[in-house]
């Protein structure tokens, strides 16, 4: 059983930053990368970044350049701070495990955490 707990979000004006952290346990697998996802409203859930325990980060080519993933594997956390934000950022951000071609490892999913940006 895993256990992925998102916190961070909140309400942002257009251009305004946030960090959002995700605390990961339980019996993940240690080949897989660490990874954020998001679902905008009335869209399918898509992948933004991810991250190994040692390995370099990868993004999705929409979030170079804004978005930032890192992970303190000591904590058992990973973050994913977001600047500039944008309207089109407005969703719900979530962690998982990815596999090789982006798809998460698990089924199950924590509550996510909120963002909403408004002009």
């Known amino acids: 059983q895993v256990q992925f707990v998102e916190s961070g979000g909140g309400l942002v004006q257009t251009g305004g930053s946030l960090r959002l952290s995700c605390v990961f346990s339980?019996?993940?697998?240690?080949?897989?990368?660490m990874a954020w996802y998001r679902q905008l409203p009335e869209k399918e859930r898509e992948l933004v970044a991810s991250i190994g325990k040692g390995g370099p980060p990868d993004y999705a080519p929409f979030a170079l350049g804004q978005f930032t993933i890192s992970r303190d594997n000591a904590k058992n956390t990973i973050y994913l701070q977001i600047h500039n934000l944008k309207n089109e950022d407005t969703g719900v951000y979530y962690c998982?495990?990815?596999?090789?071609?982006?798809?998460?490892?698990?089924?199950?999913w924590g509550q996510g955490t909120q963002v909403t940006v408004s002009s």
């Open positions: 339980g019996n993940l697998y240690a080949t897989y990368p």
């Open positions: 998982n495990q990815r596999l090789i071609d982006g798809r998460p490892v698990f089924s199950s």
